[in-house]
């Protein structure tokens, strides 16, 4: 309670002098204690770890994919609107997501009781949790440095471009992701409402850090303790549905009612429709990816890692429609509500993604023959693409749990990352090897067939395997 | 294509009872239905009650006894056994992106049912239920009384000769509890066997044939 001689002598408020910086260490101390210290310290060793891997394993692929060119023709195609294009669409993708993942994981994200004892306080908010984002803001710039620096160095070090282009790129990738980082923020400050959320806060990020508002710092912690957790413990459904914004779209669309089969793959051109963004990420990364792999595929020059590459976005753009298929593997367990067997319903789910992406291949192709004859074995190398997707994709979302190895303290980490990308593993592996395999001989496209076949077979294997598993 | 048995609703579970390491989650109990009646489970939170219906219901592998429907082993992997069991034990999963009446229909269509009725049957059972309004809601809009509502709908939209409810009163007003054991009745009288866990005396008085105590471990 204030005491009269604390009283202001006239109407004029009373004025509270506080040493931010130095209330700021205290709460450091008393919440954290040694914390701090060893954050900065852990971050440091990551940023090292980086280095290293980029240096031992980045920097030595790109040179090796850019010697095993002809340095004529691939200057040639670097140069080209198509690359240009390439490489804008993808700086585009990465601000995307990086706004995107700002709405439900912002790069401020303190602890819950930072939150709740420092942060609720009258110091000044741009202070309070000024750590995090410098610690958010240095990652992406020195993610960005470091892409620049692998590829820069690779491609000069090849004598494609010469040396003072590989510091270039370094500013470059610095500078997107400096970019990046004030998206981020700014997709964090818009997922609370308020009144100046305007661009302006992208370019001032000392205003961002105050329009935080502490709920949303709050909101922010959370789904960041629930995602993490559950993708620790492999539980990929809890991080999807922590991670998924309320369906409100076409809600006066109605699913057509029709045969067992056909209504599944109604239902999933519904769920698309009412969760465009899923549609849109989907066609973004396989636009990209169809641009790829056609020319990969077109060009007898092109180095095989171009197909490696361009599965990946190939691999993201066919998991953005199929969430039927994921959803069909949360059910596993549960008692039966649909009248379709398992088999059957997983099949219906795989109509829509895979009719997607031939259309997407498709036009790549039909693009790519106006400019320069395309070879026969297109004919055999997309479906090879699209059954080794499917075979991913089955594997992908019916993985179930992880295994119990996985807990154990040294190699368990190293375990839980293989167990994750294994999918997408066997979709890259796979499919540059059948690619590689059709190129080479007509043996070579029998192997390759059977190579997509057993992917494919081994898929719905598990989809029956984790439908039965259950029952204890 | 391919062919499944139909069932008869006849329901036998001798002796079951399940034991995991040295839990006892269900002593070894008997239940026995006919097609048209009703058998309530009742007991104490933790009798095992929902362990006796995931084992009649195929999901769940007794430690003792056996169980069977239609004279066939309870075993959920058996596409005559889906064919056979509706079931509301636990949270069904719902999809995120359709809507209340859209999930009606999918089920519908997923049984080879005449699709040009479809809707109208959806909106009719929703109304039975008093939830016709929200037919074009979301999962994640309702309350948890108009869920639990929702999750029986979608229970009864699937034909089954054996309905297994689990607790089908929790979360229910008075008077949609006797709105839901109207529907329950309604399926017995078209032949279905039902066997539900209930704490309500009132919807067991009115709906028991017969009533199993499944008696706690401890």
Request: proline letters at 7%; a positive charge.
């Given at each position: ?21 130095d ?13 701090g ?5 852990q ?10 891997g980029?240096g ?18 691939l ?5 080209s609107?198509?690359a ?7 700086i ?8 995107s993942?700002g ?8 602890p ?7 942060v ?22 020195f ?7 692998t590829l820069g160095?690779g ?13 270039l ?10 970019a ?18 305007g ?5 001032r990020p000392r205003?961002?850090?105050r ?10 912690s ?11 413990a492999?539980n ?22 029709s ?17 465009p ?9 396989t636009?990209?990816a169809?641009?790829?792999l ?5 060009n ?6 171009a ?14 429609w199929?969430e039927g ?6 059910n596993a ?8 067997s398992p088999?059957?319903?997983a099949?219906a ?21 106006r400019v320069?004859?395309v ?12 059954a ?6 089955l ?5 179930g ?13 190293v ?13 890259i592996?796979v ?26 077979g ?14 204890i | 294509?391919?062919?499944?048995a139909?069932?008869?609703g ?21 239940v026995?239905?006919?097609p ?9 939170n ?21 169980a069977?429907?239609?004279?066939v ?18 949270t ?5 992106d ?7 229909v999918l089920?519908?269509s997923?049984?080879g ?21 929200l ?6 809009e ?42 329950i ?14 704490h ?5 008085k ?9 008696v706690?471990?401890?």
């Amino acid at each position: 309670m204030p005491t009269p001689e604390h009283q202001p002598a006239s109407d004029a408020p009373a004025v509270l002098e506080i040493d931010d910086e130095d209330l700021i260490g205290q709460a450091d101390w008393v919440i954290g204690g040694d914390a701090g210290r060893k954050g900065r310290r852990q971050a440091w060793y990551a940023a090292y770890v980086a280095t290293l891997g980029a240096g031992a394993y980045g920097f030595p692929v790109v040179q090796a994919a850019v010697q095993t060119t002809d340095p004529a023709w691939l200057r040639a195609q670097l140069s080209s609107p198509l690359a240009v294009g390439i490489l804008g669409l993808s700086i585009v993708a990465v601000f995307w997501s990086l706004y995107s993942a700002g709405n439900f994981r912002g790069p401020v994200v303190p602890p819950l009781p930072w939150i709740d004892h420092v942060v609720g306080t009258p110091m000044d908010r741009a202070l309070t949790v000024r750590r995090w984002w410098r610690l958010s803001v240095g990652s992406t710039m020195f993610a960005g440095a470091l892409t620049g620096a692998t590829l820069g160095a690779g491609v000069a070090f090849a004598g494609l471009m010469p040396w003072y282009a590989a510091g270039l790129a370094i500013v470059i990738g610095a500078a997107v992701g400096r970019a990046s980082g004030a998206l981020w923020l700014w997709g964090q400050v818009r997922s609370w409402p308020g009144p100046d959320r305007g661009p302006r806060l992208l370019y001032r990020p000392r205003d961002a850090l105050r329009a935080l508002h502490a709920e949303s710092l709050r909101t922010h912690s959370a789904n960041t303790s629930t995602i993490g957790g559950s993708v620790l413990a492999g539980n990929l459904r809890t991080a999807r549905l922590q991670l998924a914004r309320p369906v409100r779209h076409a809600r006066r669309a109605r699913l057509r009612a029709s045969g067992p089969f056909r209504v599944i793959v109604r239902r999933d051109l519904l769920g698309m429709r009412r969760l465009p963004s899923t549609l849109w990420s989907g066609l973004a990364f396989t636009v990209i990816a169809a641009t790829v792999l056609v020319w990969a595929v077109v060009n007898p020059a092109a180095p095989m890692l171009a197909i490696t590459v361009g599965l990946v976005p190939a691999y993201l753009g066919y998991g953005a429609w199929a969430e039927g298929l994921r959803l069909q593997a949360d059910n596993a367990g549960t008692p039966s509500l649909l009248g379709i067997s398992p088999r059957a319903e997983a099949s219906a789910h795989l109509v829509a993604p895979t009719a997607l992406m031939l259309l997407a291949l498709l036009a790549g192709v039909a693009i790519a023959s106006r400019v320069e004859p395309v070879p026969a074995t297109v004919a055999i190398q997309v479906p090879l693409l699209l059954a080794v997707l499917t075979g991913g994709h089955l594997l992908a979302a019916f993985r179930g749990t992880p295994p119990g190895a996985i807990l154990r303290s040294g190699s368990g980490p190293v375990l839980l990352i293989l167990w994750y990308l294994s999918p997408g593993l066997v979709v890259i592996a796979v499919g540059s090897l059948g690619l590689w395999l059709v190129r080479s001989t007509d043996t070579g496209t029998m192997w390759a067939i059977a190579l997509a076949v057993a992917v494919v077979g081994f898929g719905f294997v598990r989809v029956q395997s984790l439908t039965d598993a259950h029952r204890i | 294509m391919s062919t499944v048995a139909v069932l008869k609703g006849d329901v036998h579970a001798e002796g079951v009872g399940k034991t995991i390491d040295t839990t006892t989650l269900l002593l070894p109990t008997n239940v026995r239905a006919k097609p048209g009646r009703c058998v309530v489970l009742r007991g104490p939170n933790g009798s095992g009650k929902t362990t006796l219906l995931r084992i009649i219901g195929g999901l769940l592998e007794p430690t003792v006894g056996t169980a069977t429907i239609g004279g066939v082993r309870a075993d959920e992997r058996l596409p005559s056994i889906r064919a056979a069991v509706g079931a509301l034990i636990g949270t069904p999963t719902t999809y995120r992106d359709l809507t209340l009446i859209d999930h009606l229909v999918l089920i519908d269509s997923t049984w080879g049912r005449d699709p040009d009725t479809s809707d109208a049957r959806g909106l009719e059972l929703m109304g039975q239920l008093g939830i016709e309004h929200l037919h074009d809601r979301f999962p994640h809009e309702l309350s948890s009384g108009q869920q639990q509502l929702f999750r029986l709908a979608l229970t009864f939209s699937r034909p089954a000769t054996v309905v297994l409810l689990d607790e089908p009163e929790q979360r229910l007003d008075t008077g949609k509890r006797e709105v839901v054991t109207e529907l329950i009745r309604e399926r017995a009288r078209a032949g279905a066997t039902v066997v539900m866990a209930c704490h309500d005396p009132a919807m067991t008085k009115s709906l028991a044939t017969s009533v199993v105590d499944v008696v706690p471990a401890r």
